[in-house]
């Protein structure tokens, strides 16, 4: 299948990854008898799609791998993602 030109497959790549990111930081749903600590708001995925994308993105869609990559560069996170991160913990 021909590949679109970088500039037109941009934008599709971009929305790609931002829906990735979304859904790899929404919780997993509960299973019977467990309670979710948290829920992450649009907000609080938003926050943290910057340093996905620039911290992690080779892992996207990998959800674990990508909490783990975030939690690993903690230090280098953005100080409203870091703050997403303290409370997911």
Known sequence: MPSL???KSQPFLKVAALLA???TLIPPAA???EVA????TMQERQ????????????????????TDC????????SPACHEVMAQRQ
């Open 70 to 77: 975030l939690n690993a560069n903690s230090e280098r996170l």
């Open 5 to 7: 030109p970088k500039s």
């Open 21 to 23: 990111v979304g859904a």
């Open 47 to 66: 926050v943290c799609t910057p340093d996905v994308l620039r911290l992690c993105r080779s892992l996207v869609p990998d959800r674990q791998a990508i």
């Open 31 to 33: 299973s019977a008898g």
């Open 37 to 40: 600590q948290h829920h992450e």
